[in-house]
């Protein structure tokens, strides 16, 4: 999915120039402190482990439903859904790299995308925090300001969430009809527009940094690049649903007239595991809502099936996606200092 998955790991700003030391006079982590990411550890394999149990228990209950659904294999599906998901991560890097010259951290982009690249596999580790600092500390050895870095950083979580936002909003009467609902998900694209003006989005990026004990935002990019750039994450969440959905029509046959319930179902799985930042990548958050959005469509457990499926198939293409931009870029600096 995205890249991205919540804002409660950025780092703390620092000058680029300053060199990285451990806390002054050789001090060493309060224990309170050091209870508090123990519990706060304890918590997310909890969590983890019962969403494993229940999807597990739910498919166990579901087995003789899957067992008798007529599975199809099209490869040629399952090959366009892997360019479709490729295309979106491409896409992905491609803004973060425009945040950064916005933001005042201009590289060269290949570097860009492979650092973005290696930085959201840490999503799997428990606690996101190790994908913000990890990229910021890669960015900051490839002579990146860490603080520019980080208003680059804020920026790529609030679009990448008002864009799949404005996907639903977009797509929901085309999913379900309702007039009342349907005139609050239209008044919505308005109102994210909004938020996203610099008036606005600087103080709520203040309050919620300052929630989080981090700095204040370094830049504040102008209205008119915010907008450009969120509209460009918009259009990349319908490339990203199109391969969820070339996955599913790969595995299940599933038609195209469910191809706008699937883009919503994936965008509203990436806020949804946003909204969950605590659990590493929103394990289970994702594949319930994804189940729950196809249930019309699929028998839940076909559909809770496609919806692990999907998961791996992402992993898979985000492997081969950081394998490219790394090898990409290890040829371009060969070639540079050649």
């Not at 300001?145 to 804020?154: D, G, I, L, P, Q």
């Not at 609902?181 to 003006?197: E, G, N």
Request: hydrophobic share 55%.
């Amino acid at each position: 999915m995205t890249g991205a998955e919540g804002a409660g790991g950025l780092p703390h700003r620092e000058s680029h120039n300053a060199p990285v030391e451990g806390p002054p006079g050789g001090a060493t982590p309060r224990p309170s402190s050091r209870r508090r990411r123990i519990v706060l550890r304890l918590v997310q394999a909890a969590i983890v482990a019962a969403s494993v149990y229940f999807l597990a228990a739910y498919l166990a209950r579901s087995w003789s439903s899957i067992e008798d659904f007529d599975w199809t294999f099209d490869v040629g599906w399952l090959v366009a859904s892997g360019v479709a998901l490729l295309a979106y991560y491409f896409a992905q890097a491609l803004f973060w790299w425009l945040l950064l010259d916005g933001c005042g951290a201009p590289s060269p982009f290949w570097p860009a995308a492979s650092v973005w690249g290696k930085s959201i596999l840490a999503r799997y580790v428990p606690g996101n925090v190790f994908m913000f600092v990890g990229r910021a500390w890669m960015s900051r050895s490839r002579g990146l300001a860490v603080e520019r870095v980080t208003a680059a950083m804020v920026y790529e979580q609030a679009l990448g969430l008002c864009g799949a936002l404005l996907a639903v909003a977009v797509l929901f009467p085309f999913w379900e009809y309702r007039p009342g609902v349907t005139a609050l998900s239209l008044l919505a694209i308005p109102v994210l527009v909004a938020f996203m003006h610099p008036r606005v989005f600087g103080p709520v990026a203040g309050w919620a940094l300052r929630l989080l004990h981090r700095p204040p935002l370094e830049v504040t990019l102008s209205f008119g690049k915010v907008l450009v750039i969120a509209l460009l994450f918009t259009a990349d969440w319908f490339v990203a649903g199109f391969g969820a959905w070339l996955l599913a029509r790969a595995i299940t046959g599933l038609g195209v007239e469910a191809l706008p319930l699937v883009t919503v179902a994936y965008a509203l799985a990436y806020v949804a595991g946003m909204v969950a930042f605590i659990i590493p990548s929103g394990i289970g958050v994702r594949e319930a809502v994804l189940t729950a959005s196809l249930s019309r469509e699929l028998p839940g457990g076909v559909a809770l099936t496609w919806a692990l499926l999907l998961r791996l198939w992402v992993t898979v293409v985000e492997l081969v996606f950081v394998g490219l931009v790394v090898g990409i870029e290890v040829v371009v600096r060969r070639r540079g200092a050649a």
